[in-house]
């Protein structure tokens, strides 16, 4: 009996299909979980080159479809091609809720099976385009296009942002965010080199994983100072003595 697949064992098959079929390389980012709409969506997966962005959403047999119509509509406003992957369970009901213009793979037994093949159509909204950038990156990419700004605030950039022709949008925010996942994607690469990928890889594509791993860094690292600042104190004989009278107060 084939071991049933889960998101992350569905991810790793399919960066490996990637690799293996479609070129995949280091010129190409690749962003797991990669968040949109204000943060109210996130895709499984995304690959971003310099001329297109992909979402890639995975219905397991462990998942439902009950977000797919949402989650679909919405990965079409900020996405050149949308592939939902699904297991075989879903495969019917699938075709039946997305539009034609979206893709449809099954995974069944550690291959995808293309149902639907979807097409590229490139994004030429403005504002959702923009819509993808954090606040210090609307900023560099206005300075980047030469745009004069009168404050730095997020609807102010978004306002100066929307005079831009939309090639130049689409390749300077196509740029920002391959750069904002840079050193996650070299991590990455640098780990699995010539082998294939492992469901054990994917860790290093999450780019929340590291920041929240080196604000936990800083916070030790912060301690550590208190600590040592707090013992070099105590070393002080009068400082030294206010302690110890602290402490025989709180005892009391």
């Known amino acids: 009996m084939n071991k049933k697949l889960l998101e992350i064992d569905i991810k790793a098959l399919l960066i490996n299909h990637l690799i293996n079929h479609d070129g995949l390389d280091k010129s190409v980012s690749i962003i797991n979980e990669f968040t949109l709409d204000n943060l109210s969506r996130r895709a499984d997966l995304i690959t971003i080159d310099n001329r297109k962005i992909i979402g890639y959403e995975i219905k397991s047999e462990a998942d439902s479809l009950y977000r797919l119509e949402g989650q679909v509509e919405k990965y079409l406003e900020y996405f050149d091609k949308v592939v939902i992957i699904v297991a075989s369970k879903h495969v019917g009901a699938t075709l039946q809720l997305v539009p034609s213009n979206v893709s449809v793979w099954e995974v069944k037994n550690n291959e995808f099976l293309i149902k639907q093949r979807g097409k590229v159509e490139k994004n030429q909204n403005k504002e959702k385009l923009i819509n993808l950038l954090k606040s210090n990156e609307l900023l560099k990419l206005s300075k980047k296009l030469n745009i004069d700004i009168s404050a730095k605030n997020r609807k102010h950039l978004e306002e100066k942002l ?22 996650t994607n070299l991590k990455f690469w640098d780990e699995v080199k010539n082998r294939n990928v492992s469901p054990q890889d994917i860790i290093h594509l999450s780019h929340y994983i590291e920041e929240r ?3 936990k ?3 030790i690292n912060q301690q550590k100072l208190w600590n040592e600042w707090e013992n070099k104190l105590k070393k002080d004989p009068k400082v030294k003595k206010l302690y110890k009278l602290n402490q025989t107060l709180i005892t009391v």
């Open 162 to 183: 929307l005079q831009s022709s939309i090639h130049n949008l689409r390749e300077a925010v196509l740029t920002s965010i391959s750069s904002r996942y840079l050193s």
């Open 213 to 215: 791993k080196n604000e």
């Open 217 to 219: 860094t800083n916070k």
